[in-house]
DNA sequence: GCATGTCAAGTTGTG
DNA sequence: CACAACTTGACATGC
């Protein structure tokens, strides 16, 4: 069966999530950072919490969460642990029973580290700081209970080989609670499925599919194809496949279709997609209701309301 | 109070 | 060569 997820927010639940920036921090003592982030990090604590009760009552399967839960906490200036926070240990106690809540409702929890974490980098300073950043969000899905980190391979440089060699050398290093959970995703200028299926099979990493990046940014492989070999690359490892859609604001007409729509077009969905058990993470500006809508077309197809 | 500009970080492609 | 697009709002600032 699918399962159907939400990515970070809410469009209309009275859900949010507070940050801060490195900026403002800067100009008080250490004593009120520390104050300030950890009212933001209880907030955002508390939130999550009520975010996977909410997707519960809706029906959705899965719940990405934002990558600055805890803002700046990997900061090079402001950085912090929940620890030396006022109010830490309240703060982990929230989150083991957002851990306990989703298993108990199977609720699957993943990450999405933005654009700045980026392993194939011929800078060592930039992989430096993604190692960082790695290693916060296992922290934090070590502690809610999420299976999947997933990221890009990141840039090219003139030569997508050695990119990935140099990930690959990375990867290698990379601490188990890290190297546990990463996937990698094809993305919409660079990184087909067909460059990343035999770099993932021989290093064991899954293939998180996006559908909308490869229609995107297309190859030799078909959507079937390519749903097909990347579930492989999860099946071989025992985990539930993981995918995501998306549909374009502007049509697939003339102008960029990369931009996100509100909800998904019911063409955009692939048909292979619908008998299989797998998680969709839906990419969509209407967020829950986009999500929600989606479930009800797809049960609707299925012949299953 | 409300509108607006800013925010740690990378890479690519466009204007 | 500079800047917007990825994704995206929340918040600080200034009127």
């Not at 969460?65 to 200036?77: A, D, K, N």
């Not at 030569?159 to 990463?182: G, H, T």
């Not at 190859?219 to 374009?248: F, M, Y």
């Not at 960029?256 to 993470?281: K, Y």
């Amino acid at each position: 069966m699918l399962r159907f997820g939400l990515c970070c927010l809410f469009k209309e639940e009275a859900i949010t999530f507070r940050t801060t920036t490195a900026k403002v921090l800067l100009i008080v003592p250490r004593d009120r950072q520390l104050l300030k982030l950890s009212e933001i990090c209880l907030h955002n604590a508390l939130n999550l919490k009520l975010s996977l009760e909410t997707v519960q009552r809706l029906g959705i399967g899965a719940f990405r969460i934002m990558s600055p839960l805890f803002p700046r906490m990997t900061h090079p200036e402001i950085g912090y642990s929940l620890n030396i926070l006022p109010d830490g240990e309240t703060i982990s106690s929230i989150l083991e029973a957002c851990r306990l809540f989703a298993a108990d409702q199977q609720i699957r929890l993943s990450f999405h580290p933005d654009q700045f974490v980026v392993l194939s980098s011929p800078h060592p300073a930039v992989v430096a700081n993604s190692i960082k950043e790695l290693q916060y969000q296992a922290m934090l899905a070590k502690m809610v209970g999420a299976d999947v980190i997933n990221i890009h391979a990141g840039g090219v440089y003139g030569d997508k080989q050695a990119a990935l060699l140099r990930f690959s050398d990375i990867y290698n290093c990379l601490p188990e609670s890290v190297r546990s959970r990463l996937t990698l995703e094809n993305d919409d200028v660079s990184y087909t499925p067909e460059d990343l299926l035999p770099f993932c099979k021989e290093h064991s990493i899954p293939l998180v599919y996006d559908v909308h990046h490869h229609r995107c940014n297309p190859d030799n492989l078909t959507v079937e194809e390519a749903t097909e070999q990347a579930g492989a690359t999860w099946k071989s490892l025992g985990r539930e496949q993981h995918c995501h859609i998306s549909s374009p604001k502007a049509g697939w007409g003339s102008g960029s279709p990369r931009p996100h729509a509100d909800f998904i077009d019911q063409g955009d969905i692939p048909e292979c997609w619908l008998n299989r058990v797998m998680t969709v993470d839906v990419e969509a500006k209407a967020k829950e209701l986009a999500v929600v809508k989606l479930r009800e077309d797809v049960c609707v197809i299925l012949g299953l309301s």
